[in-house]
């Protein structure tokens, strides 16, 4: 293998380290959201996590993966959640939708960045609720 692919499976091994970890911190958040105990810095970084997701999800080939985290800041936008300008009251985030993007994200990095089941049925619910 060639020095160049060497480091891009390095950096792809850091991106699917670092996914995991904030997956991981997404699955805290929606555990905190279920007891009730949900503050704006919370919120601010799981829309910053799903920001950079979006980002960096297609150089590593999971574009569908990255779709999804972009389709969960349009819902986190449109809940009212604006980085560094919403209190966590001002915020009014679904804890079923949050938990469901939650299991979809996990879902779809373990199959490698792709769609799981049940993705486009969910999207379709959030548009006609006038979510997205």
Not at 28 to 33: E, I, K, L, R, Y
Not at 64 to 72: D, N, P, R
């Amino acid at each position: 293998m060639s020095e160049q692919g060497d480091a891009l499976g390095a950096l792809r091994l850091v991106f699917q380290k670092v996914t995991q970890e904030n997956l991981n911190k997404l699955r805290a958040f929606v555990d905190d959201m279920k007891a009730d105990n949900v503050n704006a810095e919370a919120v601010d970084e799981i829309y910053r996590m799903m920001h950079d997701l979006k980002g960096q999800a297609g150089a590593f080939e999971y574009e569908e993966l990255g779709v999804i985290a972009s389709t969960f800041c349009a819902y986190l936008v449109n809940c009212g959640v604006v980085p560094g300008g919403a209190s966590a009251s001002e915020v009014s985030l679904s804890f079923l939708h949050v938990d469901f993007f939650a299991n979809v994200l996990q879902e779809s990095f373990d199959l490698g960045g792709r769609f799981p089941s049940g993705w486009s049925d969910f999207v379709e619910e959030l548009e006609e609720d006038g979510f997205l």
